[in-house]
């Protein structure tokens, strides 16, 4: 069985613990008292995934089955999710690869012969004929690609959009024509944090930047909180009123799956361990992955971490109704993920391990880095957020991967441009946001490469919105004093150090709370 989130209070027996701190990590001596959050250990997973993937697919919440739904001469769609779940990819066979073999069998039962697959990647970039068929799988690949029909989505086709119509609130529908024409639409899932899946998977995986707009800016980043509960989140308030008017319009049967904190696959395993319960052969691989990786050249780092592929275990799947889905969905998800913690702290330190939804075989630049560090994981909680409002946040990255030019252009102009400017994401939403969004050479890279669209690196700043709006202090440890500026942010040497830097905000006795992850987890602060 599994153990639940465990809080520690650091005292004079315990270990110095792994900080990550992006192509490597660092063992820190946190000062007395320091309060440590350890996510859950794995949840076991189910025992047999295809009987799992039957069982929901034939027993769906308030649907009906789904071979009662396929018939022949229709036009089913399957969408699902791109890349940038789950965190670290998954190893073969890629949950929803095993999903769509199981739908297409079924639709092949039923007669149905027109069918496409969508990669639900909104602006996200292109994903590569490797990286879908690692997906999907060879057989559904093999089948589907050569002919056109399993491809990427493409929020800038303006011949194969449809507009919905719009929500009380104003908010323009405009989704993929594909998906919005179907008779069917089967949407995949993989719900790795709370904030995923529902409706925020059609809305937004097959949304236009013309959709996308109406949330995903700084005003309502600010009043998202957080991010993980999308009963306090004014990103997905909007998302979900969305997703009430397509699924008046559109029949979306929504297949959602729940994974467990396999993370790390041996001999990398340590690093979801608790320092203490290290045995000795996992302190020699410690040690050893230290050394290494202190002599290895940036390259071989980036290779090493990057082909890491996580052993994750199924621990859920339910299909049917998009909201009925969904609530199953978060009952797993916080059964995997929640921890109890008791009142904020002064100062909360979180450490940015080598990957985020979207550096996945490329570089965690220092925007992405603070997406990581202010967005997702500053929104790992429930209730109220882990840290004071006034306090500090103290992060651990070196901000030094530098910007790839295939996935991220757009970065280095609002990089250079923008920030150089103004910080502040009201600010450089107003004035540059359009600029880039309506870009031809960014909108041609987004569509015939594998760029992200132009305005995806203010929609990662906008994460951030919330954190920097909440704490008056952000400093990095170790990283680029140079960039750690351009970001509006401080930098420092050591903790000792980022302590000192803010102990005219919080201090100089702060209470402080360190989140140990990944893998996740969701702070329930009470």
Same mark, same amino acid.
């Given at each position: 069985?599994?153990?639940?989130?465990?809080?520690? $209070?650091?005292?004079?027996?315990?270990p110095?613990?792994?900080?990550?701190?992006?192509?490597?990590f660092?063992?820190?001596?946190?000062?007395?008292?320091?309060?440590?959050?350890y996510?859950p250990?794995?949840?076991?997973?189910?025992?047999?995934v295809?009987?799992?993937?039957r069982?929901?697919?034939?027993?769906?919440?308030?649907?009906d089955?789904l071979?009662?739904?396929?018939?022949?001469?229709?036009?089913?769609?399957i969408?699902?999710?791109? %890349?940038?779940?789950?965190?670290p990819?998954m190893?073969?066979?890629?949950?929803?690869?095993? =999903?769509i073999?199981h739908?297409l069998t079924?639709?092949?039962d039923?007669?149905?012969?027109?069918?496409?697959? =969508?990669?639900?990647?909104?602006?996200?970039?292109?994903?590569?004929?490797?990286?879908?068929?690692h997906?999907v799988?060879?057989?559904?690949?093999?089948?589907?690609?050569?002919?056109?029909?399993?491809y990427?989505?493409?929020?800038?086709?303006?011949?194969n959009l449809?507009?919905?119509?719009?929500?009380?609130?104003?908010?323009? =529908?405009?989704?993929?024509?594909?998906?919005?024409?179907?008779d069917?639409?089967?949407?995949?899932?993989?719900?790795?944090?709370?904030?995923?899946g529902?409706?925020?998977?059609?809305?937004?995986?097959?949304?236009?930047?013309?959709?996308?707009?109406h949330?995903?800016?700084?005003k309502?980043?600010?009043q998202?909180?957080?991010?993980?509960?999308h009963?306090?989140?004014?990103?997905?308030?909007?998302?979900?009123?969305m997703?009430?008017?397509?699924? $008046?319009?559109?029949?979306?049967?929504?297949?959602?799956?729940?994974?467990?904190?396999?993370?790390?696959?041996?001999?990398?395993?340590?690093?979801?361990?608790?320092e203490?319960?290290?045995?000795v052969?996992?302190q020699?691989?410690?040690?050893?992955?230290?050394?290494?990786?202190?002599?290895?050249?940036?390259?071989?780092?980036?290779?090493?971490?990057h082909?890491?592929?996580?052993?994750?275990?199924l621990?859920?799947?339910?299909?049917?109704?998009?909201?009925?889905?969904?609530t199953?969905?978060?009952?797993?998800?916080?059964?995997?993920?929640?921890?109890?913690v008791?009142?904020?702290?002064?100062?909360?330190?979180?450490?940015?391990?080598y990957?985020g939804?979207?550096?996945?075989?490329?570089?965690?630049?220092?925007?992405l880095?603070?997406?990581?560090?202010?967005?997702?994981y500053?929104?790992?909680?429930?209730?109220?957020?882990?840290?004071?409002?006034?306090?500090?946040?103290?992060?651990?990255?070196?901000?030094?991967?530098g910007?790839?030019?295939?996935?991220?252009?757009?970065?280095?102009?609002?990089?250079?441009?923008? %920030?150089?400017?103004?910080?502040?994401p009201?600010?450089v939403g107003?004035?540059?946001?359009?600029?880039?969004? #309506?870009?031809?050479?960014y909108?041609?890279?987004?569509?015939t490469?594998?760029a992200?669209?132009?305005?995806?690196?203010?929609?990662?700043?906008?994460?951030?919105?919330?954190a920097?709006?909440?704490?008056?202090e952000? =400093?990095?440890?170790?990283?680029?004093?140079?960039?750690?500026?351009r970001?509006?942010?401080r930098?420092?040497?050591t903790?000792?150090?980022?302590? #000192?830097?803010?102990?005219?905000?919080?201090?100089?006795?702060?209470?402080?709370?360190?989140?140990?992850?990944?893998?996740? %987890?969701l702070?329930?602060?009470?």
């Amino acid at each position: 069985m599994s153990r639940p989130g465990f809080v520690l $209070d650091v005292d004079d027996r315990t270990p110095p613990l792994i900080v990550h701190e992006g192509l490597g990590f660092r063992l820190e001596s946190f000062p007395l008292g320091t309060r440590v959050v350890y996510p859950p250990e794995s949840l076991p997973a189910v025992p047999d995934v295809d009987q799992a993937i039957r069982d929901a697919l034939l027993h769906p919440q308030d649907m009906d089955p789904l071979p009662e739904l396929l018939f022949a001469g229709m036009k089913l769609t399957i969408a699902f999710d791109d %890349l940038s779940l789950p965190l670290p990819s998954m190893r073969a066979p890629d949950i929803r690869g095993r =999903i769509i073999e199981h739908v297409l069998t079924m639709a092949a039962d039923a007669g149905v012969d027109d069918v496409e697959l =969508i990669a639900a990647n909104a602006l996200h970039r292109r994903m590569t004929a490797a990286e879908l068929k690692h997906i999907v799988g060879e057989r559904v690949f093999r089948s589907f690609y050569p002919q056109g029909k399993l491809y990427n989505f493409d929020a800038e086709d303006r011949d194969n959009l449809s507009h919905l119509g719009t929500t009380d609130k104003g908010e323009d =529908i405009e989704i993929s024509k594909r998906a919005a024409e179907s008779d069917l639409l089967v949407y995949v899932n993989v719900n790795l944090v709370a904030m995923d899946g529902g409706h925020k998977s059609v809305g937004i995986g097959l949304a236009s930047y013309k959709s996308l707009r109406h949330h995903h800016n700084a005003k309502t980043m600010v009043q998202s909180r957080s991010f993980m509960d999308h009963k306090h989140s004014a990103m997905h308030h909007s998302a979900w009123r969305m997703g009430r008017v397509i699924k $008046d319009t559109v029949k979306v049967f929504q297949i959602e799956t729940t994974l467990n904190n396999d993370i790390f696959p041996k001999p990398y395993d340590f690093l979801q361990k608790r320092e203490w319960e290290w045995s000795v052969k996992d302190q020699a691989t410690m040690l050893g992955m230290r050394r290494g990786l202190s002599v290895a050249p940036a390259k071989l780092k980036h290779k090493m971490f990057h082909d890491l592929r996580s052993v994750y275990g199924l621990t859920g799947v339910n299909a049917g109704e998009v909201e009925a889905v969904h609530t199953k969905t978060l009952e797993k998800v916080h059964q995997q993920q929640l921890v109890e913690v008791q009142g904020q702290s002064d100062v909360l330190v979180m450490g940015i391990p080598y990957v985020g939804p979207y550096n996945v075989n490329s570089s965690l630049n220092p925007i992405l880095a603070t997406c990581m560090g202010l967005g997702y994981y500053f929104n790992s909680y429930l209730g109220q957020p882990v840290v004071r409002k006034g306090g500090a946040v103290i992060l651990y990255h070196p901000l030094n991967e530098g910007f790839n030019q295939l996935h991220h252009p757009s970065y280095v102009d609002f990089y250079e441009e923008v %920030l150089a400017e103004s910080t502040d994401p009201a600010v450089v939403g107003e004035k540059y946001e359009q600029q880039f969004a #309506e870009d031809p050479w960014y909108r041609h890279l987004y569509r015939t490469s594998h760029a992200y669209h132009g305005v995806h690196p203010f929609y990662m700043w906008y994460w951030a919105a919330h954190a920097m709006d909440h704490v008056d202090e952000v =400093i990095w440890v170790g990283a680029d004093r140079k960039v750690a500026s351009r970001l509006g942010f401080r930098a420092a040497s050591t903790l000792a150090d980022a302590l #000192e830097m803010a102990s005219g905000t919080v201090g100089t006795s702060p209470s402080i709370t360190y989140l140990h992850n990944p893998p996740h %987890l969701l702070a329930h602060v009470r």
